[in-house]
């Protein structure tokens, strides 16, 4: 086995975004060296030499010869081992777990996530470190200053390795074992949940259907679903993980889980709805006709977590955007609340550090101290043991937690495709303009804060800065932030939040349709993108 040095050059603009590194499947593969240049800069950032690594991905197109890349790679770089997910499938949360389980030194996940897949769509790569969470800022502004810098990069000459037989096999310095991809994570649900009380909540009439929308989950649900909790099969729906997704946009919301919500708003709606993204951090809850805000999720969460552990629960945290439903809720409880810049990877030193159990984010995404990622299945099975514990449905749930608190009204208005020039200068403008609003009235509303959020990590003292536009009124908020996961253009996103302390059963789009008219004209939205819809309401 020959080790090749391949001369390169650096390529522009690799930095990661909110997580990984995202781009359309077109520009990946028309940039020669495009993966390698990124894998080498990873391997150079970590000094990869004599260290263990956890790969796998969610099945998308480019899965295949990327995870070759890698493997191919850390070889010729003189890692010592790479644990590979059977047919080189894992999800994220999985990924998350087995880092944790067998002490390694990080992951690779080979996912864009929720964004589309096949040959028209994206392709991407997460970097997990120790703890198993996503690589923190540092280490991911390291990785692009190679990317910046490389002029090689280096790969064994060999002919593909066998990631489809479970085995140990030694390359040179390196070993490569390919594992059974959902054992490790069924094993850890098990310790945390009754599976026999949640088999018995199955067996008693109760009805789910569960969405894996051809991605990474169908096979971890399969099992714990169908084989572990005996519900019946084709409980699980879309469970073959295809290249495209079989068509489908992965990301578990009312717009893209279509399927699922015909069958949840139809005649004989089943007791309980789920599904999670392509690569299984998000999960979307539903019920019979009703739809669980993943804001208000979390508060649920949080309650019963405290219910069932009391002193097991030591703090929760939630990104900005995500609804103040769990402030409340952790107020109530005597328990602190940190509110953490969007993305997964601003929870890892809070988790780390023993101040949080649980966290969430409005995006669908909930976790606690189990993982470093936020995981999909996790919450959902968290959700079948409330009602495996309470047999009440899961709207009287959540309709219990509005009535104790109040309910926090939600939405997000997604601008996709936006010129990102464009969108840079309007972020920059209104930054500007923000601390002008405070103080100002509109209609019933008073501007009681107007700021640029800026995190100030309380374990490091690491602050982050333009995290997002905030304006806060009198019972609600106003939010725009661009996103750092699309892959054209850029995504301008608004979101708004109105509080209600009895009116608790009206119809968010009702009661947030003031609220949205104020934020589109104070983030100034027509007049920047030329948008009067946006693409995606969530
Ligand atoms: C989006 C969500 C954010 C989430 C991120 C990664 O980021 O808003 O809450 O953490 O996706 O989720 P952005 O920057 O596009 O708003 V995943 O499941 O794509 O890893
Ligand atoms: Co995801």
């Known amino acids: 086995m020959q080790i090749q040095h391949i001369a390169t050059q650096p390529i522009a603009n690799q930095q990661m975004g909110t997580s990984g590194l995202r781009r359309k499947v077109s520009e990946v593969t028309s940039t020669p060296h495009f993966m390698e240049n990124f894998i080498q800069a990873i391997f150079n950032a970590v000094d990869a030499k004599g260290k263990t690594f956890v790969v796998g991905g969610d099945g998308r197109y480019l899965n295949k010869p990327v995870l070759q890349l890698i493997l191919k790679m850390a070889i010729a770089n003189g890692v010592k081992k790479l644990i590979v997910g059977q047919d080189g499938l894992f999800s994220t949360p999985a990924v998350s777990c087995v880092i944790r389980k067998y002490k390694t ?116 649900a399969l099992r714990i679903f169908e084989q572990e909790l005996g519900a019946p099969k084709g ?93 409340r809720a952790a107020k109530d409880l005597g328990l602190p609340v940190y509110e953490t810049p969007t993305g997964w990877k601003f929870f890892g030193h809070l988790l780390d550090a023993g101040k949080i159990t649980l966290c969430g ?25 409330i009602l495996a514990q309470t047999r009440q449905s899961v709207q009287a749930i959540v309709e219990e937690l509005w009535h104790n608190y ?23 403008a209104l ?31 690491e602050v982050t800065e333009h995290q997002g536009l905030r304006v806060v009124l009198n019972g609600g908020r106003l939010l725009c932030r661009l996103s750092g996961t699309g892959t054209q253009g850029a ?3 608004v979101y708004v939040e109105g509080f209600e302390a ?21 983030f100034e939205v027509e007049k920047w993108t030329g948008r009067t819809q946006p693409s995606v309401i969530t």
């Open 235 to 327: 409980t699980v729906h879309h469970a073959i993980p295809l290249e495209d997704f079989g068509g489908l946009h992965p990301d578990p919301n009312l717009t893209y889980a279509r399927d699922l919500v015909e069958i949840m708003n139809g005649d004989k709606a089943p007791d309980f709805g789920a599904a999670s993204d392509g690569d299984g951090d998000r999960n979307m809850i539903l019920g019979p006709h009703f739809f669980v805000n993943p804001s208000d999720s979390l508060a649920v969460l949080l309650h019963y977590a405290v219910q069932r552990n009391p002193k097991g629960v030591v703090g929760v945290a939630r990104s900005m955007p995500t609804s103040m439903a769990v402030d």
């Open 361 to 385: 984010e409005e995006s669908f995404g909930t976790g606690s101290c189990h993982l470093r990622e936020k995981d999909g299945l996790w919450a959902i099975l968290f959700w079948l043991s």
């Open 502 to 522: 009895e009116q608790v059963h009206q119809e968010p789009a009702d009661v947030l349709a003031p609220y949205m008219e104020l934020a589109l004209s104070v």
């Open 491 to 493: 995504t301008v996103r």
């Open 431 to 461: 930054r500007e303009k923000m601390p002008s609003l405070v103080g100002q009235t509109f209609g019933r509303w008073h501007v009681k804060k107007a700021d640029d959020f800026a995190y100030t990590d309380p374990v490091t003292g």
């Open 105 to 220: 030194d990080g992951g690779f996940i080979l996912s864009a996530s929720h964004n589309p897949g096949g040959p028209k769509g994206d392709f991407g790569l997460k970097f997990d470190v120790e703890n198993g969470g996503p690589c923190p800022q540092e280490v991911s502004q390291r990785i692009y200053e190679h990317t910046q810098s490389l002029t090689e990069y280096v790969i064994a000459d060999m002919p593909d390795i066998d990631v489809h037989t479970q085995q140990t096999q030694k390359f040179g310095d390196t070993e490569i074992a390919v594992i059974d991809s959902i054992d490790d994570y069924v094993e850890l649900m098990k310790a945390l949940f009754d599976f026999e009380q949640i088999r018995a909540l199955l067996a008693s009439g109760f009805r789910m259907v569960y969405d894996a929308m051809n991605a990474s989950t169908g096979p971890y």
């Open 406 to 428: 109040g309910r926090s009204y939600q939405m997000r208005y997604d601008f996709d495709g936006v010129d990102k020039q464009v969108a840079d200068n309007m972020i920059k």
